[in-house]
């Protein structure tokens, strides 16, 4: 019986071989299709990681509060950490440990024609002490 399907397929295959080898040649477009698209998605998130890394550094991590991104009046809590900088220091493989500091401050200009130039400031700041 197998042999049968055997000798089928190929009596079918000899008899439209065009048709056949237009299967075959769609089946390995997609093939290479699939792979080409899985490729470029991976060598994309290899990219942005790497490029992640270059700015954040590869194992930084930022302690936030859980509404710091979002639920205060400008999008921020006043919640602040009290960290030991010289603890986290002294851990094995931290290379170094800092505060990082963000305040708005209201800026007044002088006045001029239109009128007086006033707005808030952001500041954002590095301490290695805290």
Avoid: C
């Avoid at 040649?25 to 990681?49: D, H, M, P, Q, R």
């Avoid at 930084?60 to 400008?74: K, L, M, Q, R």
Wanted: charged share 15%.
């Amino acid at each position: 019986m197998f042999f049968e399907f055997l000798r089928l397929a190929g009596q079918s295959i000899l008899h439209r071989r065009l048709r056949s080898w237009l299967t075959v040649i769609g089946v390995f477009i997609g093939i290479a299709a699939v792979v080409g698209l899985i490729s470029l998605g991976l060598g994309f998130e290899k990219t942005v990681n790497d490029q992640v890394a270059g700015i954040f550094g590869v194992d930084t991590f930022v302690v936030a509060n859980e509404g710091s991104f979002g639920g205060g009046p400008h999008g921020g809590s006043a919640d602040e950490y009290a960290l030991d900088l010289a603890l986290l220091n002294a851990v094995d493989g931290v290379k170094v440990a800092a505060a990082l500091r963000e305040r708005t401050g209201f800026v007044r200009g002088q006045p001029d024609e239109e009128g007086q130039q006033q707005g808030f400031f952001p500041v954002l700041g590095l301490s290695l002490s805290f």
